[in-house]
């Protein structure tokens, strides 16, 4: 999973430009803007169910769909579609604010490391490195474990593991643009490096920065997921699609719609963002092509 | 060559020892000790005294550069002292996990390959055609999908539903011999792999096919196809045959995404691996194994990524001359 989400995901389509227009969002990107949106309205509408969603009816405890309970109810007779939709904005909270940290953290170190190359490029590139050798859930779990549990937690948990990826990333275009004619003549003419940095680095590299940060959301809402599923995400009573999850191996035998239908709000997020990433970086790349 | 890899080498130094000042670090600095996890919350009572008798029993009383200067002493000997859980040396516990895990991902990494590569040189033969579309959407749709999701889903259908397949665990109950043992185990070992191979599998596959949809028209496969090879032939033997190259180099990296993966899936199927062995040592602290495992973890990824890296640079004369990397 780390490896994908690092190098990102190599669909790379060489050669599909006959079919999407340059500089424009690709159908199913457009579809994928569009289910980021509901979800982000639905996020916002949220609040009129979480009396719902909390509200414990040991009546009627693991209940299957139906018209009532769309969703079905789980072990404590909660609804689960309100349960889902309540923890929609939890979930796209924490995976856009971790994904936040992780590209700030590894855009700076990455592009710290490109732009000033020799000693300084040597130390943090082995830094990278050594972040990258461990098992990205190694890193996670101890952290998320050993740190008292909260939202913030599990936030720090995954900008802090994540990073290294989105480091390399900006490395790598910050290296790409630091030479261009360009910026020699801005440092000729005497521009400072911030501005040069700022002014000449910043809008070229944007668009493949955006690129990965929009991959990096996916991949943060999957981490939060992974750890509140294995039980050391956020504390109760707070609960994201991934901590409903975590009671559906116990129910397995009795109630499908338990593992099923929060996993599926979280596969059409992650998805939802994937494409989008996917889209953005098919539409930039064009676009830098034809200029 | 020897130039390339006496530097390589020479860079693997200060990463290793980052390792060992990481895992150290972050044990050792993070609030909270084996002696807490046994007090509040587990719902054992601990008397300060027995605490501070642990404390010194394991050495937690002693300064920072102290223990990492014993510690360190007592890992280059490989010597990783004794669980906390059940005070048997750490190696013999990881020693007993190791087997699970090398099946799992072993069986993965097999079938993960053996999909990847035929279906990426197909699907990099004709960029744009029917297969490499429809492929393309599959793959995507794996790369999102959850590991721990996908796991319920498949108990939920084969084990629940079906009942053609166990729920969980290494091997049923009652164990049986000859080959009536051997498909009980093998029953056993479907889903797991089944979940840890699609997720690699897109990305093996989409390196694949971007490698060969890059190559099929360079220079040399034409010649190949002009020479009289058929198409199939060129592919395979001209434009696969370059594909491999960051494939190798990609092997070594893919070991921290296996034992991630580990974590997961060895903990809803019951699989007594490494994964589920760190999971367990992380909700009782018991820091032994924990250090033991990240740092296994790490350092053999190093080890694998620098054979990867030297083994391409005896492929490839373009890597040795830093052309490309």
Known sequence: ?291 | MTRYIARRLAFAVPTLAGIVVLVFALLHLAPGSPVSALGEGSGRRVSQQAAHEMQRLYGLDRPLPERFARWISRVARLDFGESFVDHRPVLARIGEALPYTLVLNGLALLLTLAIAVPLGVAAGGRPEGSLDRASSAILFALYSLPAFWAALLLQTLFSVKLRWLPLYGVASDLPEGGAAGFLDRASHLVLPVLCLTYGSLAFFARLIRSSVAETRNADYVLAARARGLSRRQALWKHAFRNALIPLVTLLGLVLPGLLSGSVIIERIFAWPGLGRLYFDSILSRDYPVILALSLLGAVSTLVLTLVADIASAVADPRVRDGSIS
């Open chain 1, 1 to 291: 999973m780390n490896e994908a989400a690092a190098a990102g995901f190599p669909a790379g389509r060489a050669g599909s430009s006959a079919r999407s227009r340059p500089g424009r969002l690709s159908r199913s990107a457009r579809g994928a803007l569009a289910v980021v949106a509901f979800l982000w309205v639905v996020a916002a509408v949220s609040p009129l169910f979480s009396a719902r969603a909390a509200e414990i009816r040991l009546n009627d405890r693991l209940l299957a769909p139906s018209r009532a309970h769309p969703f079905g109810t789980d072990d404590l007779g909660r609804d689960l579609l309100a349960r889902v939709i309540a923890a929609t904005p939890i979930s796209l909270a924490i995976g856009t604010t971790a994904a936040a940290v992780s590209v700030l953290i590894g855009f700076s170190v990455g592009a710290t490391a490109g732009w000033f190359g020799g000693m300084v490029d040597l130390v943090l590139s082995r830094l990278v490195e050594v972040v990258l050798c461990f098992p990205v859930l190694f890193l996670l779990l101890a952290l998320a474990a050993f740190l008292p549990p909260s939202p913030l937690t599990v936030i720090f948990a995954i900008g802090l593991t994540t990073w290294p990826g989105d480091a390399r990333f900006a490395r790598a275009e910050i290296l790409k643009t630091r030479d261009l004619d360009y910026t020699r003549a801005a440092r000729s003419a005497g521009a400072s490096t911030p501005r040069i940095l700022v002014r000449h680095l910043l809008p070229v590299a944007a668009p493949p920065l955006l690129v990965s940060a929009a991959f990096g959301v996916g991949w943060a809402i999957l981490a939060e997921a992974a750890l509140s599923f294995l039980g050391v995400g956020l504390p109760p009573p707070m609960a994201s699609w991934g901590g409903i999850l975590a009671v559906a191996p116990a129910y397995i035998e009795d109630a499908w719609w338990i593992a099923l239908f929060p996993g599926l709000a979280l596969f059409a997020t992650v998805s939802a963002y994937n494409l989008l990433a996917a889209g953005l970086r098919e539409a930039t790349t064009e676009k830098s092509v034809n200029r």
